[in-house]
Each structure stands twice: as C-alpha cells, then as structure tokens.
T-cell receptor, first 112, second 116 residues
Framework: EDKVVQSPLSLVVHEGDTVTLNCSYE??????LLWYKQEKKAPTFLFML????IEKKSGRLSSILDKKELSSILNITATQTGDSAIYLC????????????FGKGTKLSVIP | NAGVTQTPKFQVLKTGQSMTLQCAQD?????MYWYRQDPGMGLRLIYY???????DKGEVPNGYNVSRLNKREFSLRLESAAPSQTSVYFC???????????????FGPGTRLTVL
C-alpha cells in the first residue's frame, strides 16, 4: 500500500525563521511528488517534483526531491505570518496513477 | 474562469437523511475526485472519475455513491447519512489524460457537512 509520511505534524516558529518540512514516501511506481498549501479552505498547488525536475523554487519557498532517500523537503525562508497553513505532500498512486495519496500534513504556525 | 465550484458550502443533516454534493469544473479537465478531510487524517480519496463515463472507488468509498454527469460535473451522494460522515468534503479535478503523464489537482472550496 502506498504511503506518505510527513514530519513534523505541527510546528510553531517566529517571523523571520527558516523552516524545513519533511515528506517521505513509499509508492510502487514513483512518478512525482506534489506539495500543496492549505489555509482556511482548499489546498492550493505549490510544486511538483519529478525525476527530471528534482528542485523547484518560488520566492521564499523551495523544495528538493531525494529519490535515493524516497523523501522531499520543503524549505521556507524568512517566514511571515501569511505562511501559516497546513502543508500537504502527495504522490500519485494506484493503477494508472490517477489517485493522489496525501500525507497528514504539517501545520505551520508563524507568530509575530 | 471559476475553476472548481462546489455546492453547498455548509450542510447539517440528521442521521438517515440523504443529500447530494455538487461539483463542477470549467477547465475542461478529464479527471475529477472527491475527498474527505478529517482532523489528523489528512485528505482521503472517496471516489474518482478518470474520465467521463468512468468512476472508481478510492480509499474510503463506503456509504457514498457518485455520478459523473458529464465532463464538467461530478456529484457525491450520501444515501443514509451517519455521524461518521461528518467531515469537510473537497472536490478536485486534473487535466490528467488516461495513461499520460502527471498533472496537479485543483481543489474546490469544500463543503462542511455535519451529521447529527
């Protein structure tokens, strides 16, 4: 059974800190790994990492895929209160990889 | 473009009542999904539709039925609601053509359902 494990489950930091969120996966046929940010409502897409694109960056957020270790990290530098959210990691799974298997998420709280 | 829309936003049911959650997307996506999200459990797939005319069970299908009405619309029905179905329900869609590549899923705003 495909599995995604995120750590830590929750994290509280001060504005300006740098944080690293972890995601490890076990999947039969790896295709990609996706990161989402969920504030009050729907998850919104951040990054997709694949074998041909193991590192992505957007502003203060960056993510790296380690296929050898079957894991990924999401880094956020100079955190702001607006970064407070649940960060979800997911991998395509199942026959045809139509489904996404999600981790339980990391709840990040950034305090002023 | 509205993206993925869901109705209703909130609903309270009594045990045994039935209801249908509606979802529509205007991105011409092939695949659509229904998830539930419970505290500490993450997002769990209920049903999905890889393309118009097909539906398949996900991780937690018991107590639910779905209909892929056309390419745009995918509904989720609770025939006899139970308190264990109290949750937030998200619909999602992706451009994922069958057997080709990988694309991200776009989520609707969610429906908060309470079953008393």
């Amino acid at each position: 059974e495909d599995k995604v494990v995120q750590s830590p489950l929750s994290l509280v930091v001060h504005e300006g800190d740098t944080v690293t969120l972890n995601c490890s996966y076990e999947v039969t046929n790896f295709r990609s790994l996706l990161w989402y940010k969920q504030e009050k409502k729907a998850p919104t897409f951040l990054f997709m990492l694949t074998s041909s694109g193991i590192e992505k960056k957007s502003g203060r957020l960056s993510s790296i895929l380690d296929k050898k270790e079957l894991s990924s990290i999401l880094n956020i530098t100079a955190t702001q209160t607006g970064d407070s959210a649940i960060y979800l990691c997911a991998v395509p799974s199942g026959a045809g990889s139509y489904q996404l298997t999600f981790g339980k998420g990391t709840k990040l709280s950034v305090i002023p | 473009n509205a993206g993925v829309t869901q109705t209703p936003k909130f609903q309270v049911l009594k045990t045994g009542q039935s209801m249908t959650l509606q979802c529509a997307q205007d991105m011409n996506h092939n695949s659509m999904y229904w998830y539930r999200q419970d505290p500490g459990m993450g997002l769990r797939l209920i049903y999905y539709s890889a393309s118009e005319g097909t539906t398949d069970k996900g991780e937690v299908p018991n107590g639910y039925n779905v209909s892929r009405l056309n390419k745009r619309e995918f509904s989720l029905r609770l025939e006899s609601a139970a308190p264990s179905q109290t949750s937030v329900y998200f619909c999602a869609s992706s451009a994922w053509p069958p057997g080709q590549g990988v694309s991200e899923q776009f989520f609707g705003p969610g429906t908060r359902l309470t079953v008393l």
